[in-house]
């Protein structure tokens, strides 16, 4: 069988990117295509020296975890050690299940075009059981991780997260709830509901006592006191529909920033409304405020990561 060294370094150029771009996806990292393409050379260099047996200590099972370990630095350059070790896990599990499809597929094809020489598949399978397979790794990846989120309790769903207001802030527990889609209707911009006894340390009592007043239109009170007037422009509507209520409206206030601790630093969000909840969620106060998916968004536009680190009780 007659095997092309430029063959064997796309195709394997060609699966790493889709293995690192399915991984990417999953743990939901803003991706940039040159560092997946580097990175995908990377590994595709390093299977042409093991195949030609160039250098012996290059097939041993530590050169193979550096590389991995390079491989996912330079396709995510993730910011701490937690970081690199979690989203390595994710790259094995990801290479795993795409490899067992690909070559389950080969299987199926005519297994005997298929060789192994120093641990290297090679053949004349065509690049379309690979990209089929990386297809099909990628569905069964993205059904698995779904699966398993929708089995997390409310505890492991809970963030820390700081309020800021005018300068003042406050720190709480915040639900992460994957089917609040609570926006400020006239931007999109996303709300975080707030227990209105939370926001005492940061709100004047003038507003949080008279939450049905302003929504109603009444700022006089506001309007006449110089060291609240500053607050009116922030004012938001926040419309609503809820379980046994229908129409509703909380009163919005547009926040400095809200920041959420994800592996140990803090992430800043500038773009979220306050929603302020004039009752409790819980009776044990385990958590005290409530946001979306779309607040994870947000910080992913601006970060290169976006995976929060959970505060577990």
Wanted: aromatic letters at 12%; a positive charge.
């Amino acid at each position: 069988m007659t095997v092309y060294l430029d063959i064997i370094f796309f195709e394997n150029v060609l699966m790493n990117y889709i293995i690192l771009f399915a991984c990417g996806v999953l743990v939901k990292i803003q991706l940039r295509k040159i560092r997946l393409l580097i990175s995908a050379c990377l590994g595709a260099v390093y299977t042409i020296i093991m195949y030609l047996d160039i250098i012996p200590i290059y097939s041993n099972f530590f050169m193979k975890f550096v590389l991995s370990m390079v491989m996912v630095y330079v396709a995510f350059k993730p910011g701490n050690i937690k970081l690199i070790l979690k989203q390595l896990l994710i790259f094995y599990l990801t290479s795993f299940v795409f490899g067992g499809c690909v070559f389950g597929l080969m299987y199926f094809v005519k297994p005997q075009l298929v060789q192994m020489k120093n641990g290297v598949f090679v053949g004349t399978y065509p690049l379309k059981i690979a990209i089929l397979g990386g297809g099909i790794a990628f569905v069964i990846m993205q059904l698995g991780f779904k699966f398993v989120k929708s089995k997390i309790s409310k505890k492991d769903m809970i963030y820390n997260m700081k309020i800021t207001i005018c300068e003042k802030s406050v720190e709480l527990n915040a639900l992460l709830d994957t089917g609040n889609m609570l926006k400020e209707p006239i931007t999109g911009i996303p709300v975080v509901i707030v227990q209105k006894n939370s926001l005492k340390q940061i709100l004047p009592d003038q507003i949080l006592d008279n939450l049905n007043k302003i929504i109603g239109g009444d700022t006089d009170e506001i309007a006449s006191n110089n060291n609240l007037i500053k607050y009116i422009s922030r004012f938001r509507m926040i419309p609503f529909s809820s379980v046994g209520k229908q129409n509703g409206l909380l009163l919005g206030i547009r926040s400095d920033s809200v920041n959420i601790i994800k592996d140990e630093e803090i992430e800043t969000v500038s773009n979220v409304i306050i929603g302020i909840y004039d009752k409790s969620f819980t009776k044990n106060e385990s958590y005290s405020a409530i946001f979306g998916l779309d607040m994870l968004e947000e910080v992913t536009k601006n970060e290169d990561v976006s995976n929060f680190k959970v505060k577990y009780k």
